[in-house]
């Protein structure tokens, strides 16, 4: 739901000009790739939600194809912040390059570590939650490596 009102504030910002003429956000937000990362990042949330709903009740509890689209959203999602994060470090928006707040993105392991527990691995409880546990702390400590690679390569250290 915030997604969506932000989505609507971003429309004004692009329709209107001069509708905040002190934004430091306003060439960034202006960008056509942002916009482009922006909506299917929005479109993705919907789908997300949407499916996150379906799965809560009990008649497509089950359903592979809910569960699927689920899945694919969370982690496009995840890359998208990733992409962003590329994508907005790697090319220069004059002024406001140090006013990006492109920071870590938690949102996307956040993503990674919903699917890594809404997926069973073996059929022992006890060996299911072990591995759910050991791919979580990996796959999320792998993202902070990754994260710890990029901060320089990518200029974040301006954000």
């Known amino acids: 739901m915030l997604s969506m009102v932000g989505f609507f504030f971003h429309l004004y910002e692009l329709l209107n000009p001069n509708a905040t003429q002190g934004n430091p956000f306003k060439l960034y937000d202006n960008n056509a790739g942002i916009i482009i990362i922006s909506i299917t990042s929005l479109l993705a949330r919907v789908v997300f939600v949407v499916c996150f709903l379906l799965l809560a009740s009990d008649k497509f509890k089950y359903n592979k194809r809910v569960l699927t689209a689920y899945i694919f959203t969370a982690l496009t999602i995840g890359f998208l912040q990733w992409f962003e994060l590329y994508y907005g470090s790697t090319f220069y928006y004059g ?18 570590t919903m699917i890594i527990w809404k997926l069973n691995y073996s059929k022992s409880d006890n060996a299911n939650l072990n591995l759910k546990f050991i791919l979580t702390i990996l796959v999320n400590v792998g993202l902070y490596f990754l994260w710890g690679q990029v901060f320089e390569a990518w200029n974040l250290w301006q954000s």
Do not use: H, I, N, T
């Open 95 to 112: 002024e406001v390059r140090d006013k990006q707040g492109l920071a870590f993105p938690l949102l996307s392991c956040f993503m990674v």
